[in-house]
């Protein structure tokens, strides 16, 4: 029994080294030598609000409205047709007709006389948007050296005067 417990221990340890051969990770440190702004231009839209008093005609119908007017016209309008229609035998209808056309022409004339114009001072008001355009720094193009070349990578946040590298070293297959 212990001798497969050392034969398992040394098999796992050759396992390791051979996996260790096949590839090598490691981090390191180097140094930042370029680091340059991503800048994206964003458009606000400002609301302005703009006001102007404007004056405006308004008609009034106001105090006490009759009915006096109506009933008139219909008199007058109903005796017209009346008497226009006395030997055609449609007089009941004629006078009928008559009377609700008096009443109509009445009521016009009186809505006409009660009616007033007044002219008063309204607020105006509209919305109006202007554009101004803002720069917004959205990552940074950082330039590092690694092994005597320069490579270039885009971070979210501005790197100090190293930027770790996470290194995975690989045998190249064969083709």
Same mark, same amino acid.
């Given at each position: 029994?212990?001798?497969?417990?050392?034969?398992? +221990? $040394?098999?796992?340890?050759? *396992?390791?080294?051979? +996996?260790?051969?096949?590839? *090598?990770?490691?981090?390191?440190?180097?140094? =930042?030598?370029? /680091?340059?702004?991503?800048?994206?231009? /964003?458009?606000?839209?400002?609301?302005?609000?703009?006001?102007?008093?404007?004056? =405006?005609?308004?008609?009034?119908?106001?105090?006490?409205?009759?009915?006096?007017?109506?009933?008139?016209?219909?008199?007058?309008?109903?005796?017209?047709?009346?008497?226009?229609?006395?030997?055609?035998?449609?007089?009941? =209808?004629?006078?009928?007709?008559?009377?609700?056309?008096?009443?109509?022409?009445?009521?016009?004339?009186?809505?006409?006389?009660?009616?007033?114009?007044?002219? /008063?001072?309204?607020?105006?008001?509209? =919305?109006? !948007?202007?554009? %101004?355009?803002?720069?917004?720094?959205?990552?940074? %193009?950082?330039? !590092?050296?690694?092994?005597?070349? $320069?490579?270039?990578?885009?971070?979210?946040?501005?790197?100090?005067?190293?930027?770790?590298?996470? /290194?995975?070293?690989?045998?190249?297959?064969?083709?």
């Amino acid at each position: 029994m212990k001798l497969s417990l050392i034969t398992s +221990a $040394i098999a796992a340890a050759l *396992l390791a080294q051979a +996996a260790a051969a096949e590839s *090598l990770n490691y981090t390191l440190e180097a140094p =930042v030598v370029s /680091v340059d702004p991503v800048v994206r231009t /964003v458009t606000d839209r400002i609301p302005h609000r703009t006001c102007r008093d404007e004056v =405006v005609r308004v008609e009034r119908r106001g105090g006490h409205r009759s009915h006096t007017p109506q009933i008139l016209g219909a008199v007058i309008g109903g005796t017209a047709a009346g008497a226009l229609g006395d030997n055609t035998g449609h007089q009941g =209808v004629l006078a009928a007709a008559g009377a609700l056309l008096g009443a109509s022409i009445g009521r016009d004339a009186s809505y006409r006389r009660n009616t007033r114009a007044e002219y /008063v001072t309204e607020e105006r008001c509209e =919305v109006d !948007y202007e554009l %101004r355009d803002r720069e917004v720094i959205t990552g940074y %193009r950082v330039g !590092y050296r690694y092994d005597g070349n $320069i490579y270039y990578t885009r971070t979210s946040d501005r790197p100090g005067d190293t930027i770790r590298l996470h /290194v995975a070293v690989e045998p190249a297959t064969r083709s």
